[in-house]
């Protein structure tokens, strides 16, 4: 996953180099409005897909807990490290069927700490295809970051770079989507940090960074081509205002609905290899390596993500049955 600016300059095999590139990027886009970066991509978005849409909490009737955690560009000094967390599970009120999650990501890329911390809600439509349903859903929480300069920053004597020994601050983060699911395939939109809140205010002339809105369309088909095993084909598209658009395709096969392996190719960026393993209907994690085709290539060892799932059934109360009057009784 390619970082914006101030994302890569901070990701260099120097320490020199990597402040001479940090201060750089600072300077060229100081002129008005900095922004951050992006959120970082998710190979196995899959298995994880109530990090990247709100409408996503509630879609089964299983309570999920999942942890992720991704480190980028192996070998770079400063290069970007993510821990993701979430828990959501279904809920049923007033005879209707809800979901509610909790997410928060801890990002780390050179001197910048950034963490996002999300409560989603998601309302599910009934649909006249009894194996489809359609969920709508929000998140509302906080992004902050912080930036821990060296103490040789002062030395640069520029007042558009933070000479002070830590700056952070935390702004207001909402996000919206839209989730379809069938027994055979599902459809998500969202838009994460749809405010575009502005954070880490500099201490000259009111500069401040601003997170970048970050829009997710993504789809899959479960192929059954045997009793023993399932084809699925995916593909994510990742746009955000300020950096290019990444586009990805891949397909995982299941066997026996406990092991999987995966392949998958993200335009002009990396080919993902993967592997997954349930250790029972409970408990799944999966592990994924990332190979390189930007011009990162043969400068770093890749990038490596590891995830874990634990789920347990939800028994809702059943809905009431909607009963309708004869005219002929009345």
């Not at 801890?106 to 969920?135: E, P, R, T, V």
Request: with cysteine.
């Amino acid at each position: 996953m390619p970082v914006s600016q101030v994302g890569n300059v901070a990701t260099c095999e120097t320490d020199f180099y990597m402040k001479k590139t940090i201060c750089t990027g600072l300077l060229l886009l100081c002129t008005h409005v900095l922004f951050a970066q992006h959120d970082s991509q998710i190979s196995q978005y899959v298995f994880n897909q109530v990090l990247i849409n709100p409408a996503y909490a509630g879609s089964t009737n299983m309570m999920e807990a999942s942890m992720l955690q991704r480190t980028q560009y192996m070998g770079f000094k400063g290069a970007p490290t993510t821990w993701r967390l979430a828990v959501a599970s279904p809920f049923r009120l007033l005879d209707a069927d809800h979901g509610a999650a909790f997410t928060m990501m801890s990002d780390k890329i050179g001197y910048f700490d950034k963490m996002d911390f999300n409560f989603s809600y998601a309302y599910w439509f009934d649909l006249k295809d009894q194996s489809a349903k359609l969920g709508v859903g929000i998140s509302l929480g906080g992004t902050s970051y912080k930036i821990s300069p060296p103490a040789d920053w002062a030395g640069l004597n520029d007042e558009a770079i933070p000479t002070q020994a830590e700056s952070s601050s935390v702004g207001f983060d909402m996000g919206l989507g839209v989730y379809y699911k069938h027994e055979s395939y599902f459809g998500s939109l969202s838009c994460l940090h749809l405010n575009q809140p502005k954070v880490l205010k500099l201490e000259s002339g009111g500069k401040a960074l601003q997170v970048d809105r970050t829009f997710y369309l993504s789809g899959g088909y479960t192929w059954q081509t045997t009793e023993e095993f399932e084809v699925q084909p995916t593909g994510l598209l990742m746009v955000s205002t300020f950096t290019r658009p990444q586009f990805g395709l891949g397909v995982n096969v299941y066997y026996m609905q406990k092991y999987n392996v995966g392949l998958a190719y993200r335009v002009m960026d990396a080919i993902t290899v993967s592997f997954g393993l349930a250790i029972d209907e409970s408990f799944r994690f999966g592990a994924a390596y990332e190979y390189p085709l930007s011009k990162l290539l043969g400068s770093n060892g890749g990038t490596f993500e590891v995830f874990a799932n634990y789920a347990f059934e939800i028994k809702l109360p059943k809905r009431k049955e909607k009963r309708y009057k004869s005219i002929r009784f009345l």
